[in-house]
C-alpha cells in the first residue's frame, strides 16, 4: 500500500526539505503541499490524502483548526501528523484532543519522519513516553480545567490499569505481557476503556489519563 501524504508549512525549507526526503520512499507519495491552514485544508479535500503533516503554527488558520476541518471532512480517514518545535508550541494538548495522532519535532532525523508517517498512515498513536512528558505534560494541568469532567467511576480496575499502560507509552503486547493476558484480552479492555470514555484513539486515552491524574509528567513508570 502507498501512503498518500500531504505537507502544510509555512516554512518553504521545512516544507521542501519534508516533501524531498518522503519522496525518495517507494511506500510513500506526496500528493498535496500547502503553506498555510486554509490552503491545507483545500487541498485535503481536493485530493484526500491518507495522512495530512500539519505545521502547528500557520498564518490564516493553525494546524489544530485545520486538523479538526481536514478531520471532519474526512470522517477521520485522513490521519493528522503534526510538526511542532518544542519549547514554542502551547497548542500540544488542543491538538490531541482535535484528534491529531501524534507530533513531529521539525528537527527529527529522516529514519525519524519515516517512522512518525508510517505509524500514524497506519491508524496508530505516535506517543512515545519521551514525547508524552516533553510535549503534553508540561501543558496538561492548566488545561484539563477547561476539559469537561470525566471520573474513573465506571471503569474496572483492570481498565484504568490499561489506560495507565497506554499513557506510558506500551503497546498491546506490552501490556499484554505486563499484565499477563492476551493480546486478544488488552483490546477487550482497550475498546471498552474508549467506549465508556468516549475516546476516539489512543492519544486521546493519553490525554484523559493526564486529566485524571493517573500519570505526571516525568514520573517514573
Not at 500539519?54 to 498564518?59: E, F, G, H, S, V
Not at 528537527?107 to 505509524?119: C, I, M, Y
Request: hydrophobic letters at 50%; glycine letters at 8%; proline letters at 3%.
Amino acid at each position: 500500500m502507498v501512503i498518500r501524504a500531504m505537507v502544510a508549512d509555512d516554512q518553504a525549507v521545512v516544507r521542501t526539505g519534508f516533501v524531498s526526503l518522503l519522496g525518495t520512499q517507494d511506500d510513500i507519495e506526496v500528493v498535496g503541499e500547502a503553506e498555510d491552514g486554509v490552503e491545507a485544508v483545500r487541498v485535503a479535500a481536493e485530493t484526500r490524502p491518507d495522512l495530512a503533516l500539519l505545521d502547528i503554527r500557520m498564518p490564516h488558520k493553525n494546524g489544530i483548526e485545520a486538523a479538526r476541518e481536514i478531520l471532519a471532512a474526512s470522517n477521520g480517514a485522513t490521519k493528522v501528523l503534526m510538526l511542532t518545535t518544542f519549547g514554542l508550541d502551547e497548542y500540544v494538548y488542543e491538538a490531541l484532543a482535535a484528534g491529531a495522532g501524534g507530533f513531529l519535532l521539525k528537527d527529527a532525523t529522516f529514519p525519524e519522519l519515516l517512522h512518525a508517517v508510517r505509524v500514524v498512515a497506519a491508524g496508530n498513536a505516535l506517543l512515545s513516553p519521551e514525547i508524552t512528558k516533553r510535549l503534553i505534560g508540561q501543558f496538561i494541568s492548566g488545561r484539563a480545567a477547561a476539559r469537561p469532567v470525566r471520573t474513573v467511576a465506571d471503569l474496572t480496575a483492570r481498565e484504568v490499569e490499561v489506560l495507565v499502560l497506554i499513557a506510558q507509552g506500551l503497546s498491546n503486547a506490552d501490556i499484554a505481557h505486563r499484565l499477563t493476558i492476551t493480546d486478544h484480552t488488552v483490546k477487550t479492555h482497550i475498546n471498552r476503556l474508549f467506549t465508556k470514555m468516549g475516546l476516539r484513539d489512543r492519544a486521546q486515552a493519553v490525554i484523559l489519563a493526564y486529566e485524571l491524574g493517573l500519570v505526571r509528567a516525568g514520573a517514573t513508570p
